[in-house]
């Protein structure tokens, strides 16, 4: 099982970011797609959510608005839009994949290696 994250970059505040993360070795459209974060000396963090079919989705407090989680089943790939970049989304963003619906960090059994954002003032 692969899970390849890209699109990461140095950004400037106010700017937009899409992360693209290529799924293999797993039959994608059964699972649940997370991305997650991991800002320098800080615990990861739940980021956004989405089901299966895409029907459902779910978001931290802290990126409802900003953030945009989709998926493209047919491609075997799940995107997260970051627009109105803060500086305070600066981390490391994984991409992640679960059996079931879930937000916990520790239910997701497929993780990918990351991509940096960096987001400058």
């Known amino acids: 099982v692969q899970l390849q994250a890209s699109g990461g970059g140095l950004m400037e505040a106010g700017g937009s970011l899409r992360l693209s993360c290529a799924v293999s070795g797993l039959t994608f459209s059964r699972y649940t797609m997370g991305w997650f974060r991991q800002a320098p000396g800080k615990e990861r963090e739940f980021v956004a959510a989405i089901k299966w079919s895409g029907g459902w989705t779910y978001y931290a407090d802290s990126v409802k608005g900003r953030f945009t989680i989709s998926r493209d089943n047919a491609k075997n790939t799940v995107y997260l839009q970051i627009n109105s970049l803060k500086p305070e989304d600066t981390a490391v963003y994984y991409c992640?994949?679960?059996?079931?619906?879930?937000?916990?960090?520790?239910?997701?059994?497929?993780w990918g290696q990351g991509t940096q954002v960096t987001v400058s003032s």
């Open positions: 992640a994949a679960a059996s079931w619906v879930t937000v916990e960090g520790s239910e997701y059994g497929y």
